[in-house]
Protein backbone atom coordinates (compact mmCIF):
# COMPACT_ATOMS: atom_id res chain seq x y z
CA UNK A 1 0.00 0.00 0.00
CA UNK A 2 1.44 3.23 -1.16
CA UNK A 3 0.60 6.97 0.76
CA UNK A 4 0.80 9.83 -1.46
CA UNK A 5 1.79 12.32 1.60
CA UNK A 6 1.90 15.48 -0.73
CA UNK A 7 -1.76 14.53 -0.67
CA UNK A 8 -2.46 13.95 2.52
CA UNK A 9 -0.77 17.09 3.21
CA UNK A 10 -3.08 19.44 1.54
CA UNK A 11 -6.12 17.99 2.13
CA UNK A 12 -4.87 18.33 6.03
CA UNK A 13 -4.15 22.26 5.62
CA UNK A 14 -7.46 22.40 3.53
CA UNK A 15 -9.19 20.55 6.59
CA UNK A 16 -7.35 22.93 9.07
CA UNK A 17 -8.28 26.39 7.18
CA UNK A 18 -11.60 25.56 6.92
CA UNK A 19 -12.04 24.54 10.98
CA UNK A 20 -10.35 27.78 11.49
CA UNK A 21 -12.81 29.70 9.21
CA UNK A 22 -15.94 28.01 10.74
CA UNK A 23 -14.45 28.23 14.42
CA UNK A 24 -13.57 32.19 13.79
CA UNK A 25 -17.12 32.99 12.28
CA UNK A 26 -19.35 31.22 14.32
CA UNK A 27 -17.31 31.58 17.81
CA UNK A 28 -16.30 35.30 17.21
CA UNK A 29 -19.76 36.24 15.57
CA UNK A 30 -21.55 34.13 18.42
CA UNK A 31 -20.22 35.69 21.13
CA UNK A 32 -20.57 39.44 18.89
CA UNK A 33 -24.14 38.41 19.21
CA UNK A 34 -24.49 37.40 22.64
CA UNK A 35 -22.81 40.63 23.62
CA UNK A 36 -24.06 43.38 21.73
CA UNK A 37 -27.11 41.56 19.55
CA UNK A 38 -28.14 41.28 15.78
CA UNK A 39 -27.27 44.67 14.32
CA UNK A 40 -23.81 44.42 15.87
CA UNK A 41 -23.34 40.30 14.59
CA UNK A 42 -24.46 41.35 11.07
CA UNK A 43 -21.61 43.58 11.11
CA UNK A 44 -19.19 41.78 12.68
CA UNK A 45 -19.96 39.47 9.67
CA UNK A 46 -19.38 41.94 7.01
CA UNK A 47 -16.22 43.25 8.37
CA UNK A 48 -14.70 39.66 8.88
CA UNK A 49 -15.87 39.24 5.12
CA UNK A 50 -13.90 42.28 4.29
CA UNK A 51 -11.12 41.06 5.69
CA UNK A 52 -11.02 37.92 3.75
CA UNK A 53 -11.54 39.49 0.45
CA UNK A 54 -7.38 40.75 0.63
CA UNK A 55 -6.28 36.83 1.11
CA UNK A 56 -8.92 35.82 -1.45
CA UNK A 57 -7.62 38.01 -4.45
CA UNK A 58 -3.94 37.13 -3.49
CA UNK A 59 -4.72 33.54 -3.71
CA UNK A 60 -6.40 33.76 -6.56
CA UNK A 61 -3.55 35.76 -7.94
CA UNK A 62 -1.01 33.06 -7.07
CA UNK A 63 -3.36 30.37 -8.52
CA UNK A 64 -3.30 32.10 -11.67
CA UNK A 65 0.03 32.71 -12.18
CA UNK A 66 0.79 29.33 -11.23
CA UNK A 67 -1.48 27.77 -14.09
CA UNK A 68 0.19 30.04 -16.31
CA UNK A 69 4.00 28.86 -15.35
CA UNK A 70 2.47 25.23 -15.85
CA UNK A 71 1.03 25.60 -19.32
CA UNK A 72 3.25 28.54 -20.84
CA UNK A 73 4.91 26.87 -23.82
CA UNK A 74 8.70 26.72 -22.65
CA UNK A 75 11.35 26.36 -25.51
Do not use: E
Not at 61 to 67: G, H, P, T
Amino acid sequence: MTRDLRKFTRQTNIRLIAGGLVLLFLVGDGLIYAIYGKGAAWMGFLCLLGGLVPIGLTLLALSLLDWITRHVKRD
